[in-house]
C-alpha cells in the first residue's frame, strides 16, 4: 500500500478546482440578484410584513460549518503521511458537523416558513433559493465524504488519495461560500 | 512522407492497437470514450440540428418573401424563429466547435485522449438528449416561443402558459451540464496532456481559442443557469423573482442572460478565430505572424468579453452612467479583435498562398466578419443603438458576426480536416462551387436587411403590409436564403462524395504545421505510436520532432503497456508521469438517460419520477467514481 502522492497536480485535482470555481461563479450570480432585487426595491428591506433575519441561529450555524474544514485539513495532513486512521477520523467528523448544520437548518425553516415562503415576494424567493441551494451543497458535500470514507476501506493508493483531496477541495468550497451568504442574506439587512 | 514514428518497434504497435481498438459491435458504439469517434459524433449531431434550424430559417423567409403572406400563423412563427435562434446558437455553433476541439485538442497537443475521456462520452449523450428534448416540442407546438433570450414578462406564465418555456429553461439547464463538462475537459486536457516539451507558448493558437472559449463558459454559464432555474420556478411554483408585483424585477433577467449571452458570442466566434488561425499557416507557408500578440488578444477578448454586457440593454432604461461604461467597454473590445485581424492579414501578405477552398473560406470569414465588426462598432455608440435596436439592422449585425466569424470558420474546418477525419480527400471543383454559393447567398441574405432594417422593419414580426419600401428587399432576402442553402447542400454532398468516393488521404496532405499532420489519416486508436517530443511553435515543420519519434525512442514515451498517456506540467510541459487512461464503459450512457428521464419528468411534473432519477444519477455517479484496481494490476 503506497501512501506516497505522485509528482504534479493530478488531472482530478484540476477538475475539481475547475468545477467549484463554476459553481463559485454560480453562487456569485445568486448574490449578485439578491443585491440587485434588494437596490431596486427601495429602502425597506426586507420588504413590509417580514422582519429582519433573527442572528442567533445563523451565526451558531457559522461556528458549526466554517470550522468543520478544520479537521479535513488534520485529515488530508494525515494522509500525505499515510496515516489512514486520521483520514477517517478527521472527514468523519467534518460531516458530523455538516450534519449539525443541515440539522439546524431544518429548524430555522420550520419557523421562518410560517412567516414567509418561496411565494410571498421576491426577498421570499431569494431567502429560500439562497440558503436552500447552499443547503443542498452541504448535503451533496457529505454524500461525497461518506462516500469517500466506503471507499478508502481498501485502503489507501495513488487513486484514493485524489479522491480524498477532491472532497476536501469541495468541503473548503462550501463553507467559504456560506460566508458569503451569511454576509449578504442575513448581516447585510441589518446593515 | 516517412511513416511517421519508426521508433515504436511493430510489438510495440501490436499491444498499443491491442490496448486502445475497439472491436466495432453495438455495445462499443455506446460505450466507446475514444475522443475521435465522440469529436465526429459531436460534428454530425450538431450539423443534423444545424439543418432543422437551417430549415427553420427557410421557413421564415419564406413567409416572409411578401407582405401580407399567410404560410405560417404567428405562434408557429414565434416558435420557429425561437428555435431556429436557439439551435443556432446552442445546438449547433458551441458543440460543432466543441466538436472539432474533441477530435483535434489531444491530437494537436500530442496527447492520446482527452483528460477524462468518460466525461467526454458523457458530455456528448447529454447534448444529443438535450437537443431532441428541445426539438421534439416542436411537431406538438409546445416549443419555446419567447425568442432565444427569452425576456420576461413576455415568457411569464402568466403572458406565456404551456410547456413552451418550460421546454426552453429545462432543455438549457440539461445542455449546460454537456457544455460545462466539455470545457473543464478541454483546459484539464490542454493544461495537463501536452507532449513533452510543449510548454504554453508553444501551444497552437487554436488550442489557446478552444482553452480561452472553456475559460469563458465556466465564467458566463452559471449566469444563465442561475436565470433558467429562476424564470422555472417563477413559473412553475409561484416564485417572485421577475414579478414585479412580488417586488420582482423584469430587468434582472436581462441583466443575467447578457452577463451570460455577450461572452457567449465569444464562446462562439473565438473556435472561429482559432480555426481560422489552424489553417492559414497550411495555406500560406509560415507561421501566423505574432503568435504571443494574438494569444494576448485571445486572452484579452475573453476578459473584456465580461464587461459589455449591458450593450444589449441601451433601450430599456439604465443609469446614464452606465452607457458611458459600457459603450466604451464594447468600443475597447475591437482592439483586441483588430490585432487578430492584422495578424492574419500580415501572414497572408508575408506567405505564399495557395488557394484552396479551406483559404477561400477563411477569406469569405475576414470579409464577412469585418463588415459585422464595422456595424458592431456602430452599436458601441449609444445614440445609434437606440436608434436602429430591434429592427433588421441588429439581424443583419449579427449574422455578419455569427455566420461571418462562425459558420465561415467552421466550413473552412471542415474542408481542411477532412482528410484527417475521414482518411478521404474531398473534390475541390465541388468545394470551390459550395464556397462561392455560400458566400454570395450569406450576403444576399443579409447585407439587404441594414437597409430594410434602417428603413424601419422591426425584427420578429411574422408579417408586414405592402408599400413600406420593405416588399422588395424582403425578396432579395428570400432568394440570397435559397441560394445559402443550396451552397450548404453542396457543402455536405461533397463531404459524402469524399467518404464514399474521395481517394484516399496522406498523413500531411497540406503541409500544417501542427502534431495531428504527423500522424496517419484517419489517426489510429492510439493517435501516436510514439508520443512526440516537441521543441518548436511549429512541430511538424522541426525535424527534431519527427527524429524524437524515431528508432531509439524511449520507452516513457511509447507506453505501450496498458491505455497510458503521459502526465506533463501545466507551464513547462515538463514529462511528470504516465497515466492509465480509463476503458470503454456503458455509464455515461446510463447517468445521461437518467438525466434525460429526470427533465422530462420535470417538464411534465412528474414529482415522484423525478425523485427517483436522481437516486439512480446518485448512485451511477457513485459507482463512475469508485476507485478500480485496474490501475495498480498493471503498474
Not at chain 2, 466550413?411 to 478521404?424: D, F, H, N, Q, V
Not at chain 2, 474521395?502 to 499532420?517: I, S, V, Y
Request: charged share 10%; proline share 7%.
Amino acid at each position: 500500500m503506497s501512501a506516497e502522492l505522485p509528482a504534479g497536480r493530478s488531472t482530478g485535482w484540476w477538475g475539481m478546482v475547475l468545477f467549484v470555481t463554476t459553481e463559485a461563479t454560480l453562487f456569485a450570480c445568486l448574490l449578485g440578484s439578491y443585491f440587485y432585487l434588494r437596490f431596486q426595491n427601495g429602502p425597506q428591506w426586507p420588504p413590509d410584513g417580514i422582519a429582519n433575519p433573527a442572528l442567533l441561529r445563523p451565526l451558531l450555524m457559522t461556528a458549526v460549518l466554517v470550522p468543520s474544514s478544520l479537521p479535513m485539513i488534520w485529515a488530508e495532513r494525515g494522509l500525505r503521511r499515510g496515516r489512514l486512521w486520521r483520514v477517517r477520523a478527521g472527514m468523519a467528523t467534518s460531516m458530523l458537523l455538516g450534519l449539525t448544520f443541515l440539522g439546524l437548518q431544518a429548524t430555522e425553516y420550520a419557523e421562518l416558513l410560517t412567516e414567509f415562503t418561496l411565494t410571498t415576494n421576491a426577498y421570499g424567493s431569494l431567502f429560500y433559493v439562497i440558503t436552500g441551494f447552499h443547503g443542498l451543497h452541504v448535503l451533496i458535500g457529505a454524500t461525497m465524504i461518506g462516500w469517500v470514507l466506503t471507499a478508502t476501506r481498501g485502503g489507501l493508493d495513488a487513486r484514493r488519495h485524489d479522491r480524498v483531496r477532491n472532497v476536501a477541495i469541495y468541503w473548503h468550497f462550501v463553507d467559504i461560500v456560506w460566508l458569503g451568504i451569511l454576509f449578504t442574506v442575513y448581516l447585510s439587512p441589518w446593515l | 512522407m516517412d511513416t511517421p514514428a519508426a521508433g515504436a518497434d511493430p510489438t510495440d504497435r501490436e499491444r498499443l492497437a491491442e490496448n486502445w481498438t475497439e472491436r466495432p459491435s453495438l455495445r462499443s458504439w455506446l460505450t466507446t470514450v475514444d475522443h475521435k469517434r465522440i469529436g465526429r459524433r459531436y460534428l454530425v449531431t450538431a450539423g443534423f440540428f444545424f439543418a432543422l434550424a437551417g430549415i427553420s430559417a427557410l421557413l421564415m423567409r419564406t413567409q416572409l418573401a411578401n407582405p401580407g403572406s399567410d404560410l405560417l400563423s404567428p405562434q408557429q412563427y414565434n416558435q420557429l424563429f425561437t428555435m431556429h435562434g436557439t439551435a443556432m446558437i446552442f445546438l449547433f455553433a458551441t458543440p460543432m466547435l466543441f466538436g472539432f476541439g474533441n477530435f483535434l485538442v489531444p491530437l494537436m497537443i500530442g496527447s492520446r485522449d482527452m483528460a477524462f475521456p468518460r466525461l467526454n462520452a458523457f458530455g456528448y449523450w447529454v447534448f444529443l438528449f438535450a437537443g431532441l428534448f428541445m426539438w421534439a416540442s416542436l411537431p406538438f407546438g409546445a416549443a419555446p416561443n419567447g425568442g432565444w433570450f427569452a425576456y420576461v414578462p413576455l415568457t411569464s406564465v402568466q403572458d406565456s402558459p404551456g410547456l413552451h418555456l418550460d421546454v426552453y429553461t429545462l432543455g438549457l439547464l440539461f445542455l449546460g451540464i454537456s457544455t460545462t463538462a466539455g470545457a473543464i475537459n478541454f483546459i484539464v486536457t490542454a493544461l495537463k496532456m501536452r507532449a513533452p516539451g510543449m510548454s504554453l507558448n508553444r501551444m497552437p493558437l487554436f488550442v489557446w481559442a478552444i482553452v480561452a472559449t472553456a475559460f469563458m463558459v465556466i465564467f458566463a454559464l452559471p449566469a444563465l443557469n442561475v436565470d433558467n432555474a429562476m424564470l422555472f420556478l417563477d413559473r412553475r411554483f409561484g416564485a417572485g423573482f421577475f414579478d414585479p408585483a412580488a417586488g420582482g424585477n423584469v430587468l434582472l433577467w436581462q441583466h443575467l442572460f447578457w452577463i451570460f449571452g455577450h461572452p457567449d458570442v465569444y464562446i462562439i466566434v473565438m473556435p472561429g478565430l482559432g480555426i481560422v488561425s489552424a489553417v492559414l499557416p497550411a495555406f500560406t507557408r509560415r507561421g501566423v505572424v505574432g503568435y504571443p500578440l494574438v494569444v494576448l488578444a485571445i486572452v484579452a477578448i475573453a476578459i473584456i468579453s465580461f464587461g459589455v454586457w449591458a450593450h444589449h440593454m441601451f433601450a430599456v432604461g439604465l443609469p446614464q452612467v452606465s452607457y458611458g461604461f459600457f459603450s466604451a467597454a464594447s468600443s475597447i473590445i475591437t482592439i483586441p479583435s483588430g490585432i487578430q485581424i492584422f495578424a492574419w492579414l500580415a501572414t497572408m501578405l508575408l506567405g505564399r498562398l495557395v488557394l484552396r477552398t479551406p483559404l477561400l473560406f477563411v477569406i469569405g470569414f475576414i470579409v464577412t466578419f469585418v463588415l459585422g465588426g464595422v456595424t458592431g462598432a456602430m452599436f458601441a455608440l449609444t445614440a445609434f443603438d437606440q436608434q436602429v435596436t430591434d429592427s433588421y439592422f441588429v439581424v443583419a449585425h449579427f449574422h455578419y458576426v455569427l455566420v461571418g466569424g462562425a459558420l465561415f470558420p467552421i466550413l473552412a474546418g471542415i474542408y481542411y480536416w477532412l482528410p484527417k477525419i475521414t482518411g478521404r480527400m474531398y473534390a475541390e471543383r465541388l468545394g470551390r462551387w459550395a464556397f462561392w454559393l455560400v458566400f454570395i447567398g450569406m450576403h444576399v441574405t443579409f447585407f439587404p436587411m441594414h437597409l430594410y432594417g434602417l428603413f424601419g422593419m422591426p425584427r420578429r414580426v411574422y408579417t408586414y403590409p405592402a408599400g413600406l419600401d420593405w416588399d422588395g428587399w424582403n425578396l432579395v432576402s428570400t432568394v440570397g436564403a435559397y441560394v445559402l442553402a443550396v451552397g450548404l447542400l453542396l457543402v455536405l454532398v461533397g463531404v459524402v462524395h469524399a467518404v464514399r468516393r474521395g481517394r484516399p488521404a496522406p498523413p500531411d496532405p497540406w503541409g500544417g504545421d501542427t502534431l495531428e499532420w504527423s500522424t496517419d489519416s484517419p489517426p489510429p486508436a492510439y493517435n501516436f505510436p510514439v508520443i512526440p517530443r516537441v521543441h518548436s511553435l511549429h512541430p511538424t515543420w522541426d525535424a527534431r520532432t519527427a527524429e524524437s519519434t524515431g528508432p531509439g525512442a524511449t520507452a516513457d514515451r511509447i507506453l505501450s503497456a496498458g491505455r497510458r498517456t503521459p502526465l506533463t506540467s501545466e507551464l513547462d510541459g515538463r514529462y511528470e508521469r504516465p497515466v492509465e487512461m480509463p476503458e470503454a464503459s456503458g455509464k455515461p450512457l446510463v447517468l445521461a438517460l437518467t438525466l434525460l428521464v429526470l427533465f422530462t419528468a420535470l417538464l411534465f411534473a412528474w414529482y415522484p419520477v423525478a425523485a427517483a432519477a436522481v437516486a439512480v444519477v446518485a448512485g451511477t455517479v457513485a459507482g463512475w467514481l469508485w476507485p478500480g484496481r485496474r490501475a495498480e494490476a498493471r503498474t
